[in-house]
């Protein structure tokens, strides 16, 4: 993790200024981002935090000009991918981006992935689509995502349909296929929150090891505050379609700025040691409540003390 106070910022991967987007209703027109300006470096995990209908998904979504227009109207703003303007772009210019250069990891594979096809033509079929890969050459380069990502058994399980595998196998599946064609930037929107506590786990940790690999930028849309301690470089608040506050995670932890930002930090639910903590091992826990092994685990954050006294950590 590094001190922005003392190291000058990296060049921007994905940047996005004054961004304004839209959704014209039939009897109205909901203004759900509000000239949000945030950016993102290679190599570099950004949180966008916020409660539902804070804007963060649809301020993702724009990054790929995937909300769905109409409604969506992009009124104003850049998003800058590589200095170039997405929201410039014609639809044929965005299919070579799409999954090429910038990737998304949605909440549900389940919604995500098609039911009628092999899931692993699914992963072949984006290289086949951004490049000149033979079959033969995309399906090895699938395999060898599959197994990247964890997956038992590749080759077996490139021949299963998504109904025959678990929802963190989905979940993985979806990570390989955003992956296999080496994305400058991945978007993960809630990628864990459709799954078992255990589960969510082995995703986060799997997400942190293949950006570190690939130095990637990573954007993560979530509402767990616990998930941001554990992944996150720099965190933005969001609220009304707008940023409230955006700095080092450890400082927007530690001396939030705004009054929204102490709100969300004041609904953490209490930490107690007797319940979440191993003293003999040291270790913390996530906003799953499972300890983070010693060589994955980021700097420990504590949350600031609450009005009785008590200290408490982002989540459970």
Known sequence: MTDSAQTPPAEPVLEFRDLR???????????AVRGVNLSVAAGETLAVVGESGSGKSATAL??????????????????????????ALREKELRKIRGARISMVFQDP????????????????????????????????????????GIPDPERRYRQ??????????????????????????????????????????ILELLVRLQRRHGMAVLLITHDLGVVAET??????????????T????????????????????????WSPSHDHDPAAGDRRTAQGVPRPPAERRRGRRLPHRPGGRDVRPGR
């Not at 104003?76 to 590589?82: E, F, H, K, P, S």
């Open 62 to 87: 724009s990054a790929m000009r995937l909300n769905p227009e109409p409604p969506c109207v992009y009124a104003g703003g850049q998003v800058l991918l590589d200095g170039r303007d997405v929201l």
């Open 161 to 202: 349909y998504p109904h025959e595998l678990s929802g963190g196998l989905r979940q993985r599946v979806m990570i390989a296929s955003a992956l296999v064609a080496r994305p400058r930037v991945l978007i993960a929107d809630e990628p864990t929150t459709a799954l078992d506590v255990t589960v969510q786990r082995q």
């Open 232 to 245: 996150a470089d720099r965190v933005v608040v969001m609220r009304h379609g707008e940023v409230v506050e």
């Open 247 to 270: 700095g080092d995670v450890e400082q927007v932890f530690t001396r939030p700025a705004a009054p929204y930002t102490r709100e969300l930090l004041a609904a953490t639910p209490d």
């Open 21 to 31: 987007v839209d959704f014209a209703l039939a009897t109205s027109t909901v203004h």
């Open 110 to 149: 389940m919604t995500s992935l098609d039911p009628l096809q092999r899931v692993g033509d699914q992963v072949a079929e984006v290289l086949r689509l951004h490049g000149d890969h033979t079959r033969a050459e995309a399906r090895r380069a699938a395999l060898t995502a599959l197994d990247e990502v």
